[in-house]
C-alpha cells in the first residue's frame, strides 16, 4: 500500500485538484452566501462593508474600488447605498481633499452577524462528518491556508 504522504501528484493531476478545489470553494461560498439575505444588504455593498470591516480599517473611494476590483463610479454608487443605510461614514482627511470611508458601528455589527450565521451553517454541515474525517478536515486546512500565502 503506497503512503499517501509520499505520493506525489502529477502536473495534470494537480491541475485537477486545483480545479475541483476552485469549484468547490465557488459552490461552499455560493452556499454559505445564501444567509446574507438576513442582512438585509446586498452582496455588492456587504463585500464592500467587508473590506471596512475586515481589511484594516478607514480607505478612500479608490482604494475601496480598488480592493473589490470594480471601477470608482460603481464603488460610489455602492458607498452611497451604504451611507444612506448607516453602515459606513464618510470622513475626511488631514488634508480635506480626500473622503475616507469607514464603517459604522451598525455596519460592523452587521457584517459580523453575517459572518456567525454563515459559521453557523458551516459548522452545523461539518458536524454530520465522522471525528476522523473532522480531523483531516483541519489538517486540509493547515495547508489551505499555506497554498493562499502562496497566491
Not at 478545489?21 to 459552490?27: D, E, N, P, Y
Not at 473590506?51 to 482604494?63: D, H, I, M
Not at 480635506?96 to 459604522?104: D, P
Amino acid at each position: 500500500m503506497t503512503d499517501v504522504k509520499s505520493k506525489r501528484l502529477s502536473g495534470s493531476e494537480t491541475f485537477e485538484a486545483a480545479d475541483r478545489l476552485h469549484s468547490a470553494a465557488i459552490h461552499l461560498l455560493r452556499r454559505l452566501r445564501v444567509r446574507d439575505r438576513e442582512s438585509g444588504v446586498g452582496p455588492a455593498q456587504l463585500s464592500a462593508l467587508s473590506v471596512l470591516v475586515l481589511g484594516g480599517g478607514p480607505r478612500s473611494l479608490g482604494e475601496l474600488a480598488e480592493a473589490e476590483q470594480v471601477r470608482p463610479p460603481t464603488m460610489s454608487r455602492i458607498v452611497a447605498g451604504l451611507v444612506r443605510a448607516g453602515l459606513v461614514r464618510r470622513g475626511k482627511t488631514e488634508d480635506g481633499r480626500r473622503v475616507r470611508l469607514e464603517a459604522t458601528a451598525k455596519g460592523t455589527r452587521i457584517l459580523q452577524e453575517g459572518r456567525r450565521r454563515r459559521v453557523e451553517s458551516l459548522a452545523q454541515a461539518l458536524s454530520s462528518l465522522s471525528s476522523e474525517d473532522r480531523e483531516k478536515l483541519s489538517a486540509l486546512i493547515d495547508h489551505l491556508e499555506k497554498v493562499i500565502r502562496h497566491l
